[in-house]
């Protein structure tokens, strides 16, 4: 009895079963129960009554036996294993089905997944919903109306089969002809200014003769105010009931009229700037000439964000804030007064610095001890001094040799860089986008095969062309003093390393642009990244024949492409797909290319390594001969693809590992490179893959790659891809770590 009331309370409490099959059963077995226990009773009082109780005890077997019964012709949901349709031209299956809410059920090991982890991994069965079925014919009609088909027939079909306990969903789609728009009237701008008329009018996002979209005419509504706001009309609205899409029975298209109301005109008023605490080096100018806007013009809120993101810029402030009155159509006043707040830093700071990057394409540790002071000699210039030291490729390094044999730094092994820079940022300069730079730099690299000692000076100005466009323009002055390690370059010819060790004195221009799009710093999930850059040498020294014939310099030209690609192919960044290709090609030119001078070695290309094909260690992968592999080439190409996975969503922490922050990331690279174009082959690509772990911190995330070759170009004949070898024994013994903070790109 006790254990049919259990049943029953299960049912009715909530949260209770929501399987109807399951439920029936319950009831069924309470009612069996319930009939049992009370035969049972009827036992125990009428124990004198033997016939009489050994009715009551049949009848209430003989009711669970009818229930049972009854249960197996329940009628068991099947799971769907299909969902297409017929009739489509227009969209693909694939589109419409993201626009329905029925799935099709996932794999066998999927489901034993789920059934083993629950929802933190693998997929749960899908099974046919009549209402969910129902609403989806809705949602289809839907979205073909959102593109104009007003007149699209959706029906469904049910192809069950019961011996599997399975169906199929077809759905049937007559498109029928999509709407066009027949006329486009816009009214209530006629006070306005004949410029902003013709702002607003000249480029409009629908025209006559498209097809009907309601999503494209909200999209041009909210382009017309958008461009009233940032002319003083923050309170521009249209007018609802004298405006709409009007449908035309006789041509089923329609005419779109947009009326506004413009509302009030507002202008900046006096701008009162307030500092806390107050330094007398940030003065009230210096924060004004920042600003997007001036007294006097029109009110723009645009403006201000913008205003706000050019202080922050400027690294002076902890804090920037720029506060407006709530204005509204009753406001008295058409001027709007603003107030801004700013909270500057430290002007000096001395920090000390621990240093990771992924400088070469290998992992660099390193130590520094900087200097910054904001406002140096005031105008907002920002002055910084830098020492550094870092280690490059540590795990390469044969510490035995280094340290115990005495060898130290000079050992072969070590690699790495010393480093003081010194650099005075300017930015403001003639304009609130255009900034300049002067950094000085002493440096000493090290490299297995060579060392080059190196005193740079550069001259940079940069541009903010638009809100996703950064330009720069650089002039370098360079020293190169390369000293080749002839212990490592035995195999090379002995002219060509006469020509390497010679010391030159570059004149260097560059120009690159940028464009990114990209919707986040460390790890991003949706946009691109593209720059193009190029370089020139020799100009300059031509100019100066006096100074040219005392110091050796190069001619040549530089061309290096680059972009960034992401995607979240799960709409809920759980899978991204990142790409990223890079192309560059060097050549000498002039009177250097009949004389025995290189392009500078620190100018030059190198392969492999954690931001390059990741099956070869750093400045290991090249297509020329072994002996010139230390130097690099001149001609590179490069593709990279990777799928970053968040397998561990929702799954808590793992000791002190937040698995949230936790990424798996499987890649395809490909590239080499080529010490001339004329050398390039395609059969020289080198292949590679591997896949890696990713832990977001808040400086980014941090990386380990494991990457092995699946086509070496160089490889034995017969063994040159992955299918030619051992898999354990050849290839994935032989794979590559690297270590990094941040993505590989």
């Known amino acids: 009895m006790q254990q049919a009331f259990c049943y029953i309370k299960r049912m009715f409490s909530k949260g209770g079963c ?438 740079r000076n550069k001259i940079g100005v940069s541009n903010q062309f638009a809100t996703y466009t950064y330009g720069l323009a650089e002039w370098t002055l360079e020293r190169v003093s390369p000293f080749l390690d002839t212990s490592k370059t035995h195999q090379t010819p002995y002219a060509l390393t006469l020509v390497e060790n010679q010391k030159q004195f570059n004149s260097i221009l560059t120009l690159t642009l940028q464009r990114d799009k990209t919707n986040d710093i460390f790890s991003p999930t949706e946009g691109f990244f593209n720059s193009v850059s190029l370089e020139e040498s020799g100009i300059l020294p031509n100019l100066l024949p006096g100074i040219a014939d005392t110091l050796p310099y190069t001619q040549y030209y530089k061309v290096v492409l680059f972009g960034r690609w992401y995607q979240d192919l799960s709409n809920s960044k759980f899978n991204i797909l990142a790409l990223k290709a890079r192309g560059g090609y060097q050549e000498k030119y002039g009177e250097s290319k009949y004389k025995d001078v290189n392009i500078p070695l620190n100018r030059r290309f190198f392969g492999g390594g954690s931001g390059s094909v990741r099956g070869w260690k750093a400045r290991e992968l090249g297509a020329m001969p072994d002996s010139l592999l230390p130097f690099g080439g001149n001609f590179i190409l490069e593709g990279n693809a990777e799928m970053r996975v968040n397998h561990f969503r929702g799954f808590g922490k793992l000791l002190w590992l937040e698995l949230d922050n936790v990424w798996m990331v499987y890649y395809l690279d490909a590239g080499n490179v080529w010490s001339s174009i004329k050398d390039f082959h395609l059969q020289e690509v080198a292949v590679a893959a591997g896949f890696g772990f990713r832990y977001e911190t808040l400086f980014g995330p941090f990386r380990i790659d494991f990457g092995f070759p699946v086509y070496d170009p160089k490889g034995p004949e017969g063994k040159q891809t992955i299918f030619q070898k051992r898999f354990w024994g050849d290839t994935f013994s032989n794979g590559v770590f690297h270590f990094g903070i941040g993505h590989a790109f």
């Open 18 to 455: 929501k399987n109807p099959t399951k439920t029936k059963r319950m009831v069924y077995s309470a009612i069996g129960i319930l009939l049992c226990g009370s035969a049972s009773i009827v036992l125990r009082t009428l124990h004198t009554y033997r016939r009489v109780s050994a009715v009551f005890v049949f009848m209430g077997f003989v009711a669970c036996a009818s229930f049972a019964q009854v249960d197996e012709y329940i009628t068991t949901p099947c799971e769907v294993y299909s969902i297409s349709f017929d009739g489509n031209e227009t969209f693909s299956s694939g589109k419409l089905e993201d626009a329905i809410l029925s799935k099709e059920t996932p794999g066998f090991f999927s489901k034993f997944l789920y059934s083993v982890f629950g929802e933190k991994l693998g997929s749960k069965p899908e099974y046919l919903d009549d209402l969910l079925l129902q609403e989806d014919v809705k949602r289809l009609k839907q979205y073909y109306e959102s593109y104009g088909y007003f007149g699209a027939v959706i029906t469904e079909e049910v192809k069950k089969d019961s011996a599997e306990n399975s169906c199929a969903i077809l759905f049937h789609v007559k498109e029928g002809v999509q709407s066009l728009i027949d006329s486009i009237s816009v009214s209530g701008l006629e006070k306005l200014p004949e410029e902003l008329q013709e702002e607003i009018l000249s480029e409009p996002l629908i025209k006559k003769g498209d097809p009907y979209e309601p999503a494209k005419g909200r999209a041009e509504n909210i382009r017309i105010l958008t461009i009233l706001a940032e002319h003083g009309f923050p309170l521009a609205r249209i007018d609802k009931e004298r405006s709409g899409a009007y449908h035309r029975a006789s041509t089923n298209n329609f005419q779109l009229v947009f009326t506004y109301i413009l509302g009030k005109w507002f202008q900046v008023g006096d701008i009162n700037v307030r500092v806390d605490p107050p330094r007398a080096d940030i003065t009230e100018d210096l924060i004004v000439r920042q600003l997007e806007f001036v007294p006097g013009e029109e009110y723009s809120r645009q403006k201000a964000i913008a205003s706000e993101r050019a202080l922050n810029r400027l690294d002076l402030f902890e804090a920037v804030r720029i506060e407006e009155p709530t204005i509204t159509d009753t406001t008295p006043s058409s001027i709007v007064p603003i107030n801004i707040f700013v909270k500057p830093r430290d002007r000096h700071e001395i920090s000390p610095e621990i240093t990771v990057s992924d400088e070469n394409n290998t992992f660099n540790l390193g130590l520094g001890i900087g200097y910054t002071n904001r406002n140096f000699f005031g105008d907002a210039r920002l002055f910084t001094a830098k020492a550094r030291v870092r280690a490059q490729s540590l795990l390469e390094w044969n510490l035995g040799d280094v340290i115990f044999k005495g060898n130290g730094l000079n050992d072969s092994s070590a690699t790495g860089a010393v480093e003081l820079q010194l650099q005075v940022v300017q930015p403001y300069l003639f304009t609130r986008t255009l900034s300049g730079s002067w950094t000085t730099t002493l440096s000493s690299e090290k490299q297995k095969a060579f060392t080059l000692d190196i005193l």
